[in-house]
């Protein structure tokens, strides 16, 4: 069974920065080969679409509320997908996810996800 995991959440100041990763194991998926795509979801608020990584590297903003604060990359097998996340605000406080869509383009929405991450907790303390 294939099983996704999120890394590297926690409690910061804001102001701060913090890097997430995400990485797979188990068979049927190669990260290298899919779309990543980073939601994440507020308290008493709707997820929402971050950043999405293809697997050629094309990169799809679904949100002005990070823009120029986070950034979506691949480490260098492709295998492992990071959001960087700089200059955080108390309202990106929130349960972030990895998610996988096995296609090589990034979905249009959620619905097109195939695999979702446990999700991680981000707490950003202003």
């Known amino acids: 069974q294939f099983d996704l995991v999120e890394s590297g959440g926690g409690l910061v100041q804001s102001g701060e920065s913090m890097t997430l990763s995400c990485s797979g194991s188990?068979?049927?998926?190669?990260?290298?080969?899919?779309?990543i795509t980073w939601f994440r979801q507020a308290p008493g608020k709707e997820r929402e679409g971050l950043l999405c990584i293809s697997s050629s590297g094309y990169i799809t903003p679904y949100t002005d509320s990070v823009k120029g604060r986070f950034t979506i990359s691949r480490g260098d097998s492709g295998n492992t997908v990071y959001l960087q996340m700089n200059s955080l605000k108390a309202e990106d406080t929130a349960v972030y996810y990895c998610?996988?869509?096995?296609?090589?383009?990034?979905?249009?929405?959620?619905?097109?996800?195939?695999?979702w991450g446990r999700g991680i907790q981000v707490t950003v303390s202003s």
């Open positions: 188990g068979p049927g998926v190669t990260l290298a080969l899919s779309a």
């Open positions: 998610t996988v869509r096995m296609n090589r383009a990034c979905p249009k929405n959620e619905v097109d996800v195939d695999y």
